[in-house]
């Protein structure tokens, strides 16, 4: 492996242009059945809890320290005492991560990916400073977001997420892609999302 400043040269990457391509086509394929799933998701959202919104947005950084927003079905209710985990049908979107199908909008805007890193929270921005340091943030950022790198494949296993992200650092290629769209295929139908 190669070092340029503080970035780390992958040992195999994806062609940008390559993969943008991939992603548009890999969206148009699942646009339809994602917007279904989504539609139905948000109606019932809504129809158990008629008082809050059925999405919510956030802000978030992606590529480069772009400020990027992205929205999903809310599977949290506010309360009085702040926020919580809602109902039983919420935690089942969120293990089968439904409630994050919104954000294939994001990949056809181009802010995100299929592949790459997950976007930052802002007030995360310091834990992973302290944890992986300057450099691995930098790293992280220089990178087009996506759902997952492929991690979700090892989430039953709990392996340290900037572990996971380093090993994506250095090899991000075509296999990677793919690798990626099979583990999300996974753990959508399996419902690993914890």
Same mark, same amino acid.
């Given at each position: 492996?190669?070092?340029?400043?503080?970035?780390?040269?992958?040992?195999?990457?994806?062609?940008?242009?390559?993969?943008?391509?991939?992603?548009?086509?890999?969206?148009?394929?699942?646009?339809?059945?994602?917007?279904?799933?989504?539609?139905?998701?948000?109606? /019932?959202?809504?129809?158990?809890?008629? &008082?809050?919104?059925?999405?919510?947005?956030?802000?978030?950084?992606?590529?480069?320290?772009?400020?990027?927003?992205?929205?999903?079905?809310?599977?949290?209710?506010?309360?009085?005492?702040?926020?919580?985990?809602?109902?039983?049908?919420?935690?089942?979107?969120?293990?089968?991560?439904?409630?994050?199908?919104?954000?294939?909008?994001?990949?056809?805007?181009?802010?995100?990916?299929?592949?790459?890193? #997950?976007?930052?929270?802002?007030?995360?921005?310091?834990?992973?400073?302290?944890?992986?340091? &300057?450099?691995?943030?930098?790293? #992280?950022?220089?990178?087009?977001?996506?759902?997952?790198?492929?991690?979700?494949?090892?989430?039953? /296993? #709990?392996?340290?997420?900037? &572990?996971?992200?380093?090993?994506?650092?250095?090899?991000?290629?075509?296999?990677?892609?793919? &690798?990626?769209?099979?583990?999300?295929?996974?753990?959508? /139908?399996?419902?690993?999302?914890?």
């Amino acid at each position: 492996m190669q070092q340029h400043g503080l970035l780390t040269v992958p040992k195999s990457e994806l062609n940008p242009h390559i993969q943008r391509g991939l992603d548009l086509c890999f969206a148009s394929i699942l646009s339809i059945p994602c917007a279904i799933s989504t539609f139905m998701a948000a109606a /019932l959202t809504k129809a158990t809890q008629p &008082e809050q919104p059925a999405f919510h947005k956030q802000c978030r950084y992606g590529q480069d320290g772009e400020k990027i927003s992205i929205i999903k079905i809310r599977t949290v209710e506010k309360t009085e005492n702040g926020w919580r985990k809602s109902s039983q049908f919420a935690r089942f979107l969120r293990k089968y991560s439904i409630d994050e199908f919104p954000q294939l909008l994001n990949v056809f805007k181009g802010n995100m990916s299929f592949m790459g890193p #997950r976007t930052i929270i802002f007030k995360d921005i310091k834990t992973l400073m302290e944890e992986g340091g &300057e450099d691995y943030v930098a790293q #992280r950022l220089s990178y087009k977001p996506g759902f997952g790198f492929g991690y979700e494949k090892d989430r039953m /296993l #709990r392996k340290p997420r900037i &572990e996971m992200e380093k090993e994506f650092f250095e090899n991000h290629g075509i296999k990677t892609y793919f &690798e990626t769209l099979f583990a999300l295929a996974k753990t959508i /139908l399996k419902g690993n999302n914890k």
